[in-house]
Protein backbone atom coordinates (compact mmCIF):
# COMPACT_ATOMS: atom_id res chain seq x y z
CA UNK A 1 0.00 0.00 0.00
CA UNK A 2 1.55 3.57 -0.89
CA UNK A 3 0.51 6.70 0.76
CA UNK A 4 0.92 10.47 0.83
CA UNK A 5 4.09 11.62 2.72
CA UNK A 6 1.72 14.15 4.46
CA UNK A 7 -0.68 11.74 5.87
CA UNK A 8 1.75 10.12 8.08
CA UNK A 9 3.76 11.87 11.37
CA UNK A 10 7.29 10.60 10.51
CA UNK A 11 10.30 12.19 10.93
CA UNK A 12 12.69 13.31 7.84
CA UNK A 13 14.74 10.28 8.23
CA UNK A 14 12.43 7.82 8.12
CA UNK A 15 10.69 9.60 5.96
CA UNK A 16 13.73 9.60 3.32
CA UNK A 17 14.22 5.63 3.45
CA UNK A 18 10.57 5.16 2.93
CA UNK A 19 10.65 7.41 0.24
CA UNK A 20 13.86 5.14 -1.30
CA UNK A 21 11.76 1.75 -0.93
CA UNK A 22 8.83 3.72 -2.56
CA UNK A 23 6.45 2.79 0.24
CA UNK A 24 5.72 6.57 0.76
CA UNK A 25 4.96 8.82 -2.48
CA UNK A 26 5.64 12.70 -2.16
CA UNK A 27 3.00 15.28 -1.91
CA UNK A 28 2.08 16.19 -5.09
CA UNK A 29 2.69 20.25 -6.14
CA UNK A 30 -0.91 21.81 -5.91
CA UNK A 31 0.69 25.58 -6.93
CA UNK A 32 1.36 24.25 -10.66
CA UNK A 33 -2.15 21.72 -10.45
CA UNK A 34 -4.31 24.64 -11.90
CA UNK A 35 -8.23 23.83 -13.18
CA UNK A 36 -8.93 24.73 -16.35
CA UNK A 37 -11.07 27.77 -16.31
CA UNK A 38 -15.23 26.72 -17.61
CA UNK A 39 -16.61 29.38 -20.24
CA UNK A 40 -19.96 31.04 -18.19
CA UNK A 41 -21.57 30.30 -21.86
CA UNK A 42 -21.78 26.76 -22.71
CA UNK A 43 -20.17 25.51 -19.60
CA UNK A 44 -17.31 23.63 -21.46
CA UNK A 45 -13.50 24.18 -19.85
CA UNK A 46 -11.78 25.60 -22.34
CA UNK A 47 -7.89 26.97 -22.71
CA UNK A 48 -8.19 30.68 -22.42
CA UNK A 49 -11.50 33.22 -21.33
CA UNK A 50 -12.99 36.10 -22.87
CA UNK A 51 -14.44 39.14 -20.52
CA UNK A 52 -17.27 40.43 -22.31
CA UNK A 53 -19.62 42.89 -21.20
CA UNK A 54 -23.57 41.57 -21.60
CA UNK A 55 -26.15 43.83 -20.39
CA UNK A 56 -23.62 45.76 -18.03
CA UNK A 57 -21.76 42.99 -16.57
CA UNK A 58 -18.83 40.81 -17.06
CA UNK A 59 -18.43 37.28 -18.00
CA UNK A 60 -15.89 35.13 -18.63
CA UNK A 61 -16.35 33.73 -22.18
CA UNK A 62 -14.96 30.99 -24.55
CA UNK A 63 -13.91 33.30 -27.82
CA UNK A 64 -16.94 31.16 -29.38
CA UNK A 65 -19.40 31.97 -27.22
CA UNK A 66 -17.84 35.51 -26.93
CA UNK A 67 -18.46 36.06 -30.73
CA UNK A 68 -21.53 35.11 -30.73
CA UNK A 69 -22.43 37.15 -27.69
CA UNK A 70 -20.46 40.12 -29.68
CA UNK A 71 -23.15 39.63 -32.97
CA UNK A 72 -26.40 39.40 -30.93
CA UNK A 73 -25.61 42.70 -29.32
CA UNK A 74 -24.55 44.29 -32.69
CA UNK A 75 -28.08 42.86 -33.84
CA UNK A 76 -29.43 44.07 -31.22
CA UNK A 77 -28.46 48.23 -31.41
CA UNK A 78 -28.65 47.85 -35.30
CA UNK A 79 -32.26 46.79 -34.11
CA UNK A 80 -32.93 49.28 -31.43
CA UNK A 81 -31.55 52.02 -34.09
CA UNK A 82 -34.01 50.90 -37.03
CA UNK A 83 -36.52 51.60 -34.12
CA UNK A 84 -36.21 54.83 -33.04
CA UNK A 85 -35.54 56.02 -37.21
CA UNK A 86 -38.61 54.66 -37.88
CA UNK A 87 -40.65 56.22 -34.42
CA UNK A 88 -38.42 59.25 -35.33
CA UNK A 89 -37.10 59.40 -31.88
CA UNK A 90 -34.65 62.75 -30.93
CA UNK A 91 -33.22 61.51 -27.73
CA UNK A 92 -30.30 60.34 -26.80
CA UNK A 93 -29.21 56.19 -25.49
Do not use: W, Y
Not at 2 to 17: E, P, S
Not at 65 to 70: E, F, G, I, M, W
Amino acid sequence: MVVHAATQGLNDDTLADLLKKRLVEPVPNRLNCRPMPTCKGCGEEVDTVVAVKVQGKAKKLCEDCADRVREEGEIAEASESVVQNMMEFKGKR
